[in-house]
């Protein structure tokens, strides 16, 4: 199991950690090769595109207070009496929300009672991005039939996400499309293990032995990766063109884009996520920052230490409010 590292690295090991080398390229080449590592008896059959859609159409939507309340706040115009009101609508959020507002990081922990009270502290911002979050986490409460671990998975999407945040701001880009991009990136990967759970199962062998993962490894053992598989079931749950195309290209950025997109800023947050120590049971290795990101978003002249930082501290508050 992966572990957060117990505080920030330093400016440099980072950059180490993000940097393209020659072991991150052959790693990347060996991870087609890796299920020979695999006994073939452990190699489940492909799966099919029929199978892949009829299973993605079988996905619950998302729950109907959470759909209104963040088309409301996508809006701008919602008021905190608005919001409060649509958040009474689902009990379990409602309860989620009164945590996190109770918590340390907010430092009023026992005196936040009403929906109201809950959403004045939060702040319309903070709220859409928890909101997003639990949604997800309620959609995929509990994969079946897998040994997926949840907690690895949530601590790693939700500091994928602070950190997409952290990035887009420093470029100008939309902050809160940039976390909801981030938050989902991975969701591939739950479907995956909700409904292909002997090949998810391989895939975690695989990580657990060592054998280099990656995308590649999971369209030998799968014929299909987790990058496609979510965007499909974010085209499923209509959500925004530019989420969609963020799940689909978070590892394969486009090449000729002239300043940092949101692809990037997702591509390179996953890395970042990787460095501090929340990685992937999949793919312990995790990835590298491809040069042409790498040079649109401009990482030597951000302040990684203080992104860590901040990464860090939302991710505990965060995943102990949700009980991720």
Not at 43 to 69: F, S
Not at 223 to 240: R, S, Y
Not at 298 to 303: D, F, K, N, Q, T
Request: one cysteine or more; charged letters at 15%; hydrophobic letters at 50%.
């Amino acid at each position: 199991m992966s572990t957060a590292l117990a505080g920030p690295p330093c400016t440099e090991t980072l950059m180490a950690a993000l940097r393209p080398g020659p072991l991150a390229a052959a790693l990347q080449e060996a991870a087609g090769d890796a299920a020979h590592g695999l006994a073939s008896a452990e190699l489940p059959p492909p799966v099919t595109p029929a199978q892949l859609h009829e299973r993605v159409a079988q996905l619950p939507p998302l729950p109907e207070a959470v759909v209104a309340m963040v088309s409301t706040l996508d809006e701008g115009k919602a008021s905190i009496r608005d919001v409060a009101g649509l958040l009474q609508r689902d009990q379990a959020l409602t309860a989620r929300v009164l945590r996190l507002a109770n918590s340390a990081f907010y430092g009023v922990p026992g005196r936040v009672a009403s929906a109201h009270d809950a959403v004045n502290l939060i702040g319309l911002r903070s709220l859409r991005s928890l909101v997003a979050t639990a949604a997800l986490a309620q959609s995929f409460a509990q994969p079946r039939a897998t040994a997926l671990n949840l907690g690895v998975f949530w601590r790693h999407t939700v500091a994928v996400a602070f950190a997409a945040r952290s990035l887009a701001a420093a470029h100008a880009l939309d902050e809160e499309m940039a976390y909801t991009a981030g938050l989902l990136h991975d969701v591939g990967r739950l479907a995956l293990a909700a409904h292909f759970p002997q090949a998810h199962g391989a895939l975690l062998q695989a990580g657990r032995q060592g054998l280099p993962g990656g995308r590649r490894l999971e369209r030998r053992l799968l014929g299909t990766d987790h990058a496609e598989v979510g965007a499909i079931v974010a085209e499923h749950w209509h959500l925004p063109n530019p989420v969609v195309v963020v799940i689909a290209r978070h590892h394969h950025p486009p090449e000729a884009a002239e300043s940092a997109t949101l692809v990037d800023i997702v591509h390179v947050a996953d890395a970042l996520a990787h460095g501090l120590g929340y990685r992937h049971e999949e793919c312990p290795q995790g990835p590298r920052v491809l040069p042409a990101p790498w040079q649109r978003v401009g990482l030597e002249r951000l302040p990684l230490e203080d992104i860590a930082t901040q990464v860090q501290a939302a991710v505990a508050d965060t995943c102990t409010a949700l009980g991720l």
